[in-house]
């Protein structure tokens, strides 16, 4: 009988290299091709044997990328040839990564998944800023939501998620909102939040070249067009925002006034 290969689903993580679990490493170094997608940091890549095939099958949020129907074929032909698959996601593959339609997929196909967590980008975000998603006194709990849907039909319904946001004390950490801002601040509003509910804003966790900004739901349009916010781009809301120590907040203030309940 013929031995096929496997595939693992590894999380990068949010690209700090040193946010790669051990886990994530082991299967790195034991690939013989890794797929890697767009936000991947290439200093992951250290750990690859020499001779692993790298394929860099780029995929973000509203920008062009490579058909996926064209990256399943391609896991499954490996797979097949048995060699040892890697698919190499930023984040975490089950959070906002199609790490559960290409594992179901690669199941249909009657193949070996494994899926290796990585730490996602939202929790990554809010931890550079000192900034707890749930805290006693401030938030019961978090919702990941994403800004971007697969159609225009999929698109989240941010006026209901503002009022059980707001009726629950939870936190809100929105993925690539930056496209859809003005219907996500639009929506919070006529669902109830508070216009001066602190919004973290937080592009490119963890890499070198990390901008962060504090702001208000009132003010998030703006503060974005005025900073020229760029993808990837992460959006805390909620009362846990304004924990975030000043010292490494790209600028304190709002456009027009200083969040008077910071700790500065």
């Not at 051990?22 to 991947?40: C, G, N, Q, T, Y």
Request: aromatic letters at 6%; glycine letters at 10%.
């Amino acid at each position: 009988m013929q031995q096929w290969g496997q595939v693992s689903l590894v999380g990068a993580g949010p690209g700090d290299p040193e946010l790669l679990t051990l886990k994530a490493v082991r299967a790195i170094a034991r690939a013989d091709v890794i797929l890697v997608d767009d936000l991947v940091s290439e200093e992951v890549l250290v750990h690859k044997r020499d001779s692993a095939r790298v394929v860099y099958v780029g995929k973000r949020g509203g920008c062009a990328s490579t058909p996926q129907e064209f990256i399943e074929k391609l896991m499954i032909a490996e797979a097949r040839a048995g060699r040892q698959v890697v698919r190499l996601k930023g984040g975490d593959p089950f959070v906002f990564g199609r790490g559960g339609e290409e594992r179901q997929h690669l199941i249909d196909q009657g193949l070996t998944v494994e899926v290796i967590n990585g730490i996602t980008s939202g929790m990554a975000a809010a931890a550079s800023l000192g900034v707890p998603l749930t805290h006693r006194e401030y938030s019961h709990g978090c919702i990941f939501v994403t800004g971007h849907g697969a159609k225009e039909s999929d698109g989240t319904d941010w006026s209901a998620l503002a009022e059980v946001c707001r009726q629950q004390r939870l936190t809100l950490v929105v993925y690539m909102g930056v496209a859809n801002a003005g219907s996500i601040q639009q929506g919070l509003l006529k669902g109830g939040v508070s216009p001066d509910t602190p919004v973290a804003i937080v592009q490119s966790a963890t890499l070198s070249g990390q901008i962060n900004w504090l702001t208000s739901i009132s003010q998030l349009c703006h503060e974005i067009q005025v900073r020229q916010v760029k993808s990837p781009a992460i959006f805390i809301i909620g009362e846990v925002a304004k924990l975030a120590e000043s010292s490494v907040l790209s600028d304190k203030f709002l456009h027009e006034k200083k969040l008077g309940y910071l700790h500065y």
